[in-house]
């Protein structure tokens, strides 16, 4: 009696467990839902800025499949679902889920381009480009958040080459590169980068100082090496460190 009794109680707690995690899952579900639904609004309203007013397929699949909660820190992660920067330590933080958004579906980038990302940071946006099939290199300065988003990739199973050292300078064994994502302010275009974009491609690139508004910056080189420039909408990034 007492082993039917026992057996009993531990199917309730079992189900009582289930019924959490399932209410936990519909919460997380839904503000999931609400982050990405706010996201594409915003996007709709930067139309006249933006050129396009939603986001392709591909992007939506990808941002959707990228799980952003693995890449902050533990203390972050019930702001996860929150459309703003999170910071990640070192003064460094991962970008606004507007600004992923945004940045990935400007680059034009499908499966086999070539990318060269300068900041890996979480590693959140290296992850996004990879899922949509891209073939990304990325740069960090600052060895801690390297090794952590090389392990947090690498965990996710994301294939993306990351090493430690200035991304001003590129990775000029792998260019030239179909895309060039800068993802922390300069006050100028790097050279380097300039260099190893592909003719066609496509670079996007915070300009300004931190102490004023900033301009993401689209940089387009065509067929004959002509380069361009576009600003496209005022943006927040932390400053690129390092010595130029």
Known sequence: ??????HLVGLLLLAAASQIICADQDVIGQAERALWGDVEFQI???RS???FDQLSPAVRGALHEVPRQRFVPDGQRRHVYENRPLPIGH???ISQPLIVAIMTELLQIGPGARVFEL???SGYQAAVLAALGAEVYSVEIIPELAERAHVTLDALNYKVAT???DGYHGWKEAAPFDAIIVTAAVDHIPPPLIQQLKPGGRMLVPIGSRYLTQKLVLV???EHG????QEMLPVTFVPLTGQH
């Open 1 to 6: 009696m007492r082993m039917i009794f026992g």
């Open 44 to 46: 709709s309203r930067l």
């Open 49 to 51: 800025e933006l050129g």
């Open 91 to 93: 003064g460094q933080t």
């Open 119 to 121: 900041g890996t940071g």
């Open 163 to 165: 090493r430690i050292g």
């Open 220 to 222: 387009t080189r065509d």
């Open 226 to 229: 002509a380069v361009r420039t």
